[in-house]
């Protein structure tokens, strides 16, 4: 579980975004797109859940990305080339349905375009005519481009300031392009509230459309009920139901408020610990 390469793929005064690479033989020879690992940076730490963005089977590796927002992204974050995580589990999760749907548009939010990026490249090896809409505040923050338009046959950026791209959001680029054509599939990941909005565009327009959650993880086995979400009225667990669900039957005010139960305390914690 040493760390083989580690990138920073983009920073700001206030956060930054970074790319490891793990040496995990076992994971690597299973893990498919759209599942993801539990990491423990130390011994006494919480483990948080992150997509799997690549894997070499021949190197035994997996690639990680990570934005340092709260605690343990922020240690994660301190750990250079050579070192070790404590632990590793995975790959967790239901791999995504990649087959031949027709037309397809991929969006991703922040750091959620890591998580379209293993998505797009399956989608487009199935034969998929795949459109990309990637999101961010403005042009720093902006990850994978040249990757993710690589596996495009539409490529489109938005900034919230017109920093690069079409100025506006996500949601705006989908309903152009829903209102334009048919399309067979919507996969979205993001921040809650643009997934959300994605799901109300989509439902609205009759097109199918697959979320990847970011609920709260702690076991990740389907032992705690920690990421339990709402989903067509019936309870299920991200972790072993997910995290890929069906974005008309979310039930996202619940899962937002759920989100944010641990905010203040988060921010407390990090002012205490990380300067």
């Known amino acids: 579980m040493k760390i083989l390469q580690k990138k920073?793929?983009?920073?700001?005064?206030?956060?930054?975004?970074?790319?490891?690479?793990?040496?995990?033989?076992e994971i690597a020879v299973k893990v498919k797109a759209g599942q993801f690992v539990m990491v423990m940076v130390s011994e006494v730490g919480e483990r948080i859940p992150l997509t799997v963005v690549a894997s070499d089977r021949s190197k035994g590796t997996i690639t990680l990305i990570f934005q340092e927002m709260g605690l343990t992204t922020k240690l994660l974050g301190r750990l250079d080339s050579g070192d070790s995580l404590y632990a590793l589990t995975g790959p967790l999760g239901h791999a995504t349905e990649l087959k031949k749907y027709g037309k397809v548009i991929l969006v991703g939010g922040g750091v959620g375009i890591a998580e379209i990026y293993p998505v797009a490249k399956g989608l487009k090896e199935a034969g998929n005519q795949v459109s990309t809409i990637l999101g961010a505040r403005n042009k720093s923050l902006l990850i994978l481009e040249e990757e993710l338009k690589s596996q495009s046959d539409d490529f489109y950026i938005v900034t919230?300031?017109?920093?690069?791209?079409?100025?506006?959001?996500?949601?705006?680029?989908?309903?152009?392009?829903?209102?334009?054509?048919?399309?067979?599939?919507?996969y979205a990941v993001g921040p809650i509230p643009m997934m959300a909005k994605v799901s109300g565009i989509t439902k609205a327009s009759g097109v199918k459309t697959i979320v990847s959650l970011n609920a709260l993880m702690v076991d990740a086995t389907g032992m705690c009920g920690c990421c339990r979400v709402s989903i067509g009225g019936e309870l299920k667990f991200s972790c072993v139901d997910g995290p890929e669900f069906d974005a008309g039957l979310v039930d996202w005010e619940e899962l937002t408020r759920r989100n944010q139960v641990y905010f203040e305390k988060e921010k407390h914690i990090c002012k205490l610990n990380i300067k």
């Open 8 to 25: 920073i793929l983009t920073q700001t005064p206030d956060t930054r975004i970074t790319q490891i690479e793990v040496a995990a033989p």
């Open 160 to 186: 919230d300031d017109g920093s690069s791209g079409k100025k506006g959001f996500t949601t705006d680029i989908l309903r152009e392009l829903l209102g334009g054509g048919k399309f067979d599939l919507v």
